[in-house]
């Protein structure tokens, strides 16, 4: 009962693999669109914002095929990728792709939030003393924020450990390419005998979300007392 098979130990790394990289990958986009809707004033940023938000509300079936329409070997930009070798749809990277755009927004939100708890005045004390704007972040808007912002990335993480109905449409659900976890579960739940395999898969699955909440938890309660502190 308590021995994956090996199939299903594929299914777990691939997803531990998908959302390692697409956490990474949103790291730099998420923190510079964290640091604009911060710190920012300019036209359009509360279209930027709802953009950013978007995939939070739409249907995940709706953003993969979205994805699909974008990035297949006949889409917009699928196409013009496929020329050069960078194919998505039905690849693993697809999946990590689906992922990181389902998990933008919580990386996004918590990063915001958590520049938004820097003090100003401690910026503008550092660009008063002749720091420039890339120093005052370097030295102390980062600093400050990145238990936030490590916690932005463990939500962002957790959510691609449970994303399902974005990489289904976009990817497909192949065996070693891109069955990720909840498409393995998925799959032992439509055949006969599959029973024992879904509940392992789920148990596994449970596991890590609760483990990456409580650690964006902890996270969160040091960013709070290391501000109050301040």
Not at 17 to 26: E, F
Request: net charge positive.
């Amino acid at each position: 009962m308590l021995v994956l098979t090996p199939e299903e130990w594929n299914a777990v790394v691939l997803s531990l693999k998908v959302a390692a990289v697409a956490t990474l990958a949103s790291l730099g986009p998420g923190l510079l669109v964290a640091m604009l809707l911060a710190r920012g004033r300019f036209p359009g940023r509360a279209l930027l914002d709802g953009l950013v938000h978007l995939p939070l509300i739409l249907p995940p079936v709706v953003t993969g095929y979205l994805l699909l329409l974008a990035f297949g070997r006949r889409g917009l930009a699928g196409s013009a990728l496929a020329e050069i070798g960078i194919v998505f749809a039905f690849r693993w990277t697809g999946a990590a792709l689906a992922c990181a755009i389902m998990g933008f927004p919580l990386m996004v939100r918590a990063m915001r939030l958590s520049i938004e708890a820097v003090d100003r005045r401690l910026e503008q004390a550092a660009a008063t003393l002749g720091a420039r704007p890339l120093a005052v972040f370097l030295t102390v808007t980062l600093p400050l924020s990145l238990p936030g912002i490590l916690a932005g990335a463990v939500l962002a993480f957790a959510k691609a450990m449970g994303e399902f109905g974005a990489t289904i449409t976009f990817v497909s659900n192949i065996p070693g390419e891109t069955q990720t976890l909840p498409s393995a579960i998925y799959t032992l739940t439509q055949v006969p005998g599959g029973e024992a395999g879904a509940l392992r898969l789920t148990l596994i699955s449970v596991a890590l979300s609760m483990a990456a909440l409580l650690l964006s938890e902890l996270l969160a309660r040091r960013l709070g007392r290391r501000l109050g502190a301040g």
